[in-house]
């Protein structure tokens, strides 16, 4: 199974700004980016969520980060998951998981998944990415600093890790989509 961290960020790698402040995407060009999240969407088959993520989200007032794909809740919380599970029970189920992350996507992968979405945040993708259950990570890079807020991978021990550039896109306003897929360390 392919696991994928797609999400934007500043220069300085993080997700959202201090107080989940979301404006710095204000700068990236909206259209070329809806495109190519549509095209990549349109080829995954399952989503994993932190609950942080989701709760940020409904705080946009969005109940799920997307309509019509299983989702997998990383989450103790289970009054979240149960106002997930809710919000579209016959379109888009929703699993609420805990736990070692290798266990969960061994657990997806057994369910007939292929393409996993990591839909945020940076401390489900620093899981995957630790556990070394990280295939590809793409990053729309707006160009912007915050100096606060939350990383694009947070996890206490990361490991050192390669990927190859396969992809490097312009949008308009200085803004940037790469996409790395990941290669082992050189011996
Ligand atoms: N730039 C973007 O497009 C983008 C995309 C996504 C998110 N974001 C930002 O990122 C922020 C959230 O990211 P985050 O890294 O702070 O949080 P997150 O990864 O979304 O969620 C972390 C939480 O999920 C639960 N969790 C994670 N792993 C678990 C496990 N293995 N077992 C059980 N529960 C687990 C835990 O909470 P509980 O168990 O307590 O529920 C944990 O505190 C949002 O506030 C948003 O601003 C930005």
């Given at each position: 199974m392919h696991v994928v961290?797609?999400?934007?960020m500043s220069i300085d790698g993080r997700i959202a700004g201090a107080g989940d402040d979301m404006s710095f995407l204000d700068a990236v060009d909206?259209?070329?980016e809806e495109r190519d999240f549509d095209d990549f969407i349109a080829g995954i088959d399952a989503i994993v969520i932190g609950s942080g993520t989701l709760?940020?989200?409904?705080?946009q007032g969005h109940?799920?980060?997307h309509r019509g794909l299983p989702i997998w809740l990383l989450s103790h919380d289970e009054e979240l998951a149960a106002r997930a599970a809710a919000a579209d029970?016959?379109?888009t189920p929703v699993t609420r998981v805990e736990g070692d992350i290798a266990a969960v996507l061994d657990g997806i992968a057994a369910a007939g998944h292929e393409r996993v979405w990591i839909g945020g945040g940076g401390n489900v993708a620093g899981q995957a990415l630790a556990a070394g259950r990280l295939d590809e990570v793409i990053l729309t890079v707006a160009p912007a600093v915050l100096a606060a807020g939350p990383a694009v991978f947070d996890h206490p021990a990361l490991g050192r890790n390669r990927f190859e550039?396969?992809?490097c896109r312009e949008y308009g306003s200085g803004s940037v989509r790469l996409r790395w897929l990941w290669t082992p360390?050189?011996?």
């Open positions: 961290w797609y999400t934007a909206g259209s070329g709760r940020w989200l409904h705080g109940d799920l980060p029970p016959a379109g550039l396969a992809e360390l050189p011996a």
